[in-house]
């Protein structure tokens, strides 16, 4: 007799009865979890008892107890409390972006709407349009969307729809495939770990360069984002209707081209405009170099710049729409005095027109 073999199936087994007991009490602590699934869930790890008692342990077992997991780490019923409330959105809005006056109206306009419908007891996300904002890469899209998450004290979540490649990706694959997972919109919120945030749902007309399959996916899309569809919302994975009234979408787009009719007659398109030279300098010196030279690890007073030579920075990336290029020329520019303080070559750079050439980026 293999005395060796027979402790480590009982080992096994006492391994696998600990964690059906981690299963069980996770279900029954889940907060919300309606009872129809929660019954199914029950069922499953009394399937997952019988095989551990049989010493069975096959494949079935880690997909039903990762299914299992995954179910019970969905947000049922957790939610933030909102603020709606128009001075912290201006707030949040003119501390993070310069300028776009037009831009932010009409977002005011839009949360002055969530708050009389909110005010007036009336389901403000479900009558209100979706925030669609359209303009090119780094006028802002993503940080706006991340300012409305921030004034309304919800969390955010933000995914790239750029070369989806499968209407699967975004509502999961049934657990019956190998390798299942859910989908993009369940991932969201158990990463958020709330039922009603703030998700991005970024350049949604990069999602597919194929015709046909771009269609299927706006048909997506528009399930997701309709209100009168999403309140049982079916991934695949999960099997069981999860409601998405709650979480408000934004989405932004580089242009409309690829958009269905009957998506964008449920938006509010707010064009975003680019940026000009002028608004770029501003933008550049007081919003971008305090956050560059903090990511950077210097202190303020170890990099000063010429205020003369802003427009000189900016200029040679001028036709750049928003401000990556130039973000990205002053991470070069901290990154170079960085190195020369830690080489003990200097304490303090001073950049003026002599010396910008060197610092600049090849």
């Avoid at 029950?42 to 008892?49: G, N």
């Avoid at 002055?112 to 007036?120: C, E, P």
């Avoid at 989405?251 to 690829?258: M, Q, T, V, Y």
């Avoid at 750049?320 to 960085?338: F, M, N, P, Q, Y």
């Amino acid at each position: 007799m293999d005395l060796s073999n027979m402790n480590d199936k009982e080992e096994k087994k006492d391994f696998l009865f600990e964690e059906l007991k981690t299963l069980t009490a996770k279900v029954n602590g889940t907060e919300g979890i309606p009872e129809d699934l929660a019954h199914r869930l029950r069922q499953m790890i009394q399937r997952l008892d019988r095989m551990a008692n049989l010493g069975h342990y096959a494949t079935e077992y880690d997909t039903l107890a990762r299914y299992i997991g995954i179910v019970t780490s969905i947000p049922w019923v957790a939610k933030t409390e909102d603020r709606l409330d128009l001075a912290a959105t201006k707030q949040a809005l003119d501390e993070h972006h310069y300028g776009l006056d037009y831009v932010k109206e009409r977002i005011l306009e839009y949360m002055s709407s969530l708050i009389l419908l909110k005010q007036r007891k009336k389901d403000a996300l479900g009558r209100a349009p979706i925030l669609l904002m359209v303009g090119l890469q780094g006028v802002g899209k993503t940080t706006l969307a991340i300012s409305i998450a921030e004034a309304m004290k919800r969390r955010f979540v933000r995914i790239a729809m750029g070369g989806i490649g499968s209407t699967l990706e975004i509502r999961g694959r049934s657990k019956a495939f190998p390798e299942s997972e859910p989908g993009l919109i369940i991932k969201a919120l158990i990463s958020a770990g709330v039922k009603n945030p703030v998700i991005l749902l970024d350049e949604i007309e990069k999602a597919s360069g194929e015709k046909g399959l771009q269609s299927d996916i706006m048909a997506v899309l528009l399930e997701i984002l309709d209100p009168a569809q999403n309140i049982a919302f079916r991934d695949h994975y999960i099997d069981f209707p999860v409601d998405l009234s709650d979480v408000m979408f934004i989405c932004s787009a580089n242009n409309l081209g690829p958009l269905s009719t009957a998506l964008l007659d449920r938006m509010e398109i707010i064009k975003m405009p680019s940026y000009s030279d002028a608004e770029k300098m501003v933008i550049a010196r007081d919003y971008v170099f305090p956050k560059v030279i903090e990511n950077s690890g210097l202190k303020p007073e170890e990099l000063e710049i010429d205020p003369n030579l802003w427009p000189g920075i900016i200029r040679p990336f001028g036709y750049d729409s928003g401000i990556r290029s130039l973000t990205r020329t002053l991470e070069a520019i901290c990154r170079k005095v960085a190195k020369e303080i830690v080489e003990g070559k200097t304490d303090k750079v001073v950049i003026n027109a002599d010396n910008l050439k060197y610092y600049l980026p090849k």
